[in-house]
T-cell receptor
Framework: DQQVKQNSPSLSVQEGRISILNCDYTNSMFDYFLWYKKYPAEGPTFLISISSIKDKNEDGRFTVFLNKSAKHLSLHIVPSQPGDSAVYFCAASANSGAGSYQLTFGKGTKLSVIP | EAGVAQSPRYKIIEKRQSVAFWCNPISGHATLYWYQQILGQGPKLLIQFQNNGVVDDSQLPKDRFSAERLKGVDSTLKIQPAKLEDSAVYLC?????????????FGPGTRLLVL
């Protein structure tokens, strides 16, 4: 039962163009959503987040959009740069019922930005 | 600021052997997490500590996996005996709190191969 789904395993984009990475979730208890970026042989690094009370959050070239009714979020990168080439994980947070919040990750989307 | 440290970086063992991984979180971070990332999947939470107490270990296979965080700082994760399906990257992460809104900072991971 995959609660966070990233249906595109890979995405190729030309440098300078927009990259759009998508994520769907099924658990309506999720109230905080995050994107992590991962380079080979490194751990994931936090990129941007959004709470369920917002529908957009922007940080430089990165914008995350949340559509609660559709249980869908997306990450936009504009303009895309070769250094953005990495695996991007969507994650969602909910109270685990044990007094803590637990992150549930999608399978990731590998972004390749072509110079 | 030093990041999350993990060792070893790589480990190859035969099935039924035991193995241990070590994690040193970011200084001052009260919360420590161990994740398992199987190839092609997103990280899956195994156990969460706050200081030296276990907050959530609902997804830890307790018949073979154990973890401890002595003195609320360093942590070790042990597998005994290992199975082929334990081959994965084991990620340690830390955060300053447990509200679910604090950023989790990941270490580089330990890549385990069970033969």
């Amino acid at each position: 039962d995959q609660q966070v789904k990233q249906n595109s395993p890979s995405l190729s984009v030309q440098e300078g163009r927009i990259s759009i990475l998508n994520c769907d979730y099924t658990n309506s208890m999720f109230d905080y959503f995050l994107w992590y970026k991962k380079y080979p042989a490194e751990g994931p690094t936090f990129l941007i987040s959004i709470s369920s009370i917002k529908d957009k959050n922007e940080d430089g070239r990165f914008t995350v959009f949340l559509n609660k009714s559709a249980k869908h979020l997306s990450l936009h990168i504009v303009p895309s740069q070769p250094g953005d080439s990495a695996v991007y994980f969507c994650a969602a947070s909910a109270n685990s019922g044990a007094g803590s919040y637990q992150l549930t990750f999608g399978k990731g989307t590998k972004l390749s930005v072509i110079p | 600021e030093a990041g999350v440290a993990q060792s070893p970086r790589y480990k190859i063992i035969e099935k039924r052997q035991s193995v241990a991984f070590w994690c040193n979180p970011i200084s001052g971070h009260a919360t420590l997490y161990w994740y398992q990332q199987i190839l092609g999947q997103g990280p899956k939470l195994l156990i969460q500590f706050q200081n030296n107490g276990v907050v959530d270990d609902s997804q830890l296979p307790k018949d073979r996996f154990s973890a401890e965080r002595l003195k609320g700082v360093d942590s070790t994760l042990k597998i005994q005996p290992a199975k082929l399906e334990d081959s994965a990257v084991y990620l340690c992460a830390s955060s300053s709190g447990t509200s679910g809104w604090e950023t989790q900072y990941f270490g580089p991971g330990t890549r385990l191969l069970v033969l």
